[in-house]
């Protein structure tokens, strides 16, 4: 079964979706603490070539319910895209590949929990 994430309506609002993807190395951290309040930060550890970086570059190349792999990301999972189209920039060049259709993949995703305080620290 397939969800259009493209466009939805609640109310009076339109909500839409799109994603940009990059890939590299990125720092993750957790902040705050105060008033049991923490917000998760993450950052490029490669300037101007990072993950958040390439997905500035991606993202805007994504119209409503599209996904837009910047280049460097692109190599690492080309061979699990069927259909795909490159996007070129205002100076001609590959800025994204709009990724349209997937080979069936199943994936095992591990996910670390975030640290926590000893009570007395809270």
């Not at 061979?79 to 795909?84: G, I, N, R, T, W």
């Given at each position: 079964h397939k969800i259009d994430l493209s466009v939805r309506r609640v109310g009076d609002v339109v909500l839409s979706l799109h994603v940009g993807i990059g890939a590299g190395k990125a720092r993750f951290v957790f902040v705050g603490g105060m008033y049991q309040r923490w917000e998760y930060l993450m950052t490029d550890l490669e300037k101007n070539r990072g993950p958040i970086y390439q997905m500035g570059i991606a993202e805007p190349?994504?119209?409503?319910?599209?996904t837009a792999v910047h280049p460097i990301a692109f190599d690492l999972v080309s061979?699990?895209?069927?259909?795909?189209t490159p996007v070129l920039d205002k100076k001609l060049q590959?800025?994204?590949?709009?990724?349209?259709?997937?080979?069936?993949?199943?994936?095992?995703?591990?996910?670390?929990?975030?640290?926590?305080l000893p009570e007395e620290n809270v």
């Open positions: 190349q994504a119209e409503p319910g599209e061979d699990l895209v069927l259909q795909s590959l800025s994204a590949y709009k990724v349209h259709k997937l080979k069936k993949q199943e994936f095992k995703l591990e996910i670390d929990t975030p640290p926590t």
